[in-house]
């Protein structure tokens, strides 16, 4: 006998034996069912006569009916599946030829590792199939290979653990979010900034990667725990994206917290991308898992598909995209920035939220727009509001206001009204002495890791 008919010939033994565990009837196998039904499916099984047996053995079990070989034979010959699944004959054969109920989980894990490996060959199959076909393109194809693995991959991984009985849950203490900015981003959480054309958002998305890849806190006086992060501007230009990231880097440098290599890294793309297209969303991925970043701006939205679609058909292939970005990455945190509408004719203030679909509403955990004050001063120093248009999932530090700023191009302001008096040639420190700004009006005293 071959390796291939010994393994095949266990998977067999596992397959008769997990079945005829779920014939038998007494406490021990009750304590077992949840989990065993929860492990396995029909299309688990190599055989479409075991899956079949298995499909009515634990839905009788889900049920409370009873689930012996005579009830089961009865219910089966009523149907006129008997002989065909097997015969009687069979059914008390399995429920005898189980060594141990014991080892039920051991028997279907062996079945459950046998489904993957056959999944992950069949995903081989037509990996190879569609290349000798050529059809489409090859990074179409390679895409489409990458899905198949991953679902292999991922197959089942709910049923690593049963669902938490409700009092357990709330006992449990809750959990410190895996912090990339503390207080302000976390892991797998999207941040999407809106505003009209030249509102600064760009530079706002800037600020809040270099600060972070040099240690700095967005906008506190504050160190935090460097991070790598990843710009892909698809809009400006090399010579447009440049000076101001030379400015920014020189600012960290002379708050003592100098970018090093291997933490910010950027791709500049003017002519734009189209994430509903395999190849630029095969670079990026790529772009991705070879950064490995824990903060990633991209945008704006709308260079990043040129689809020429509907705002519905065109959202959600892009919602996609990002999606599998923030997998490929493992979880990192991502910042958007999107245009939002003109103004209506009489409307003093333009609509925040994001031009296009309104799915865009409900996809990020936090959207904000920055929209200029109501401030006599707000020219001379460039205040903006800082203006939330979607409810956040989850408490954050954000500030209330931005204006210009010194050093960096956005100083945050704590407290809406508590707007600082035109001093943007002064440094901060000075203008506090002078009594020009209040001291309390800068968010920049909290100290942080």
């Known amino acids: ?36 039904v929860s492990a396995l499916e029909p299309a688990d099984f190599r055989e479409p006569r075991h899956g079949e047996l298995w499909d ?33 004959v069979w059914l008390h054969q399995l429920h005898d030829a189980v060594p141990t109920v014991a080892h039920a989980l051991e028997y279907a894990e062996i079945v459950r590792e046998d489904a993957q490996w056959r999944a992950l060959e069949a995903a081989g199959v037509r990996t190879v199939t569609a290349a000798g076909r050529r059809q489409g393109t090859a990074a179409e194809a390679a895409e489409s290979a990458v899905e198949l693995v991953r679902a292999v991959r991922d197959r089942q991984a709910h049923l690593d653990a049963p669902p938490r009985d409700l009092l357990d849950f ?18 797998w959480d999207r941040l999407m900034i809106t505003a009209g054309e030249g509102g600064g958002k760009s530079l706002l998305l800037r600020q809040i990667l270099m600060r972070a890849a040099a240690g700095l806190h967005p906008w506190k006086k504050a ?15 090399d010579a447009q994206v440049r000076p101001w990231l030379r400015r920014m880097a020189q600012a960290a440098a002379e708050e003592g917290a100098p970018v090093q290599r291997g933490r910010f890294h950027l791709e500049v793309r003017p002519e734009g991308l189209d994430l509903s297209q395999a190849a630029d ?10 950064v490995r970043p824990d903060l990633i ?35 990192a945190a991502m910042v958007l920035e999107a245009h939002s509408p003109h103004a209506a004719p009489g409307v003093k203030r333009r609509d925040l939220r994001p031009i296009g679909s309104s799915l865009w509403l409900r996809w990020p955990e936090y959207g904000f727009g920055l929209a200029p004050a109501d401030s006599a001063f707000a020219d001379e120093t460039r205040l903006m509001d800082w203006v939330p248009w979607r409810g956040p999932r989850s408490v954050r530090d954000w500030p209330a206001q931005f204006c210009q ?45």
């Open 297 to 331: 701006s991209i945008g704006p939205l709308y260079k990043l598909t040129t689809s020429g679609k509907s705002d519905e058909e065109a959202a959600r292939p892009l919602m996609s995209a990002l999606e599998m970005i923030r997998s490929a990455s493992g979880g």
């Open 170 to 187: 709330l006992q449990e203490a809750d959990d410190e979010p895996e912090w990339v900015i503390p207080g302000v981003l976390a892991r």
């Open 281 to 290: 969303r095969a670079w990026l991925a790529r772009t991705v898992e070879r």
């Open 56 to 88: 009515l053995l634990s839905s009788r079990w889900a049920a409370a009916l009873s689930c012996d070989p005579i009830t089961v034979s009865a219910v089966l010959r009523e149907r006129g599946d008997l002989e065909r699944l097997g015969g009687l």
């Open 223 to 237: 160190r935090i725990e460097p991070v790598r992060v990843l710009l892909v501007d698809a809009e400006n230009a």
């Open 1 to 36: 006998m071959t390796g291939t008919d010994e393994r095949a010939a266990e998977v067999l033994e596992a397959s008769e034996a997990v079945l005829g565990t779920l014939l038998h009837t007494d406490a021990g196998v009750r304590d077992l069912v949840p989990d065993l």
């Open 405 to 449: 700023g010194v050093t960096w191009p956005w100083q945050a302001i704590q407290h809406v009204g508590n707007a600082p008096l035109p001093a943007v040639t002064i440094e901060v420190d000075e203008a506090v002495r002078r009594g020009l700004i209040p001291d309390q009006t800068f968010w920049d005293d909290q100290q942080i890791g």
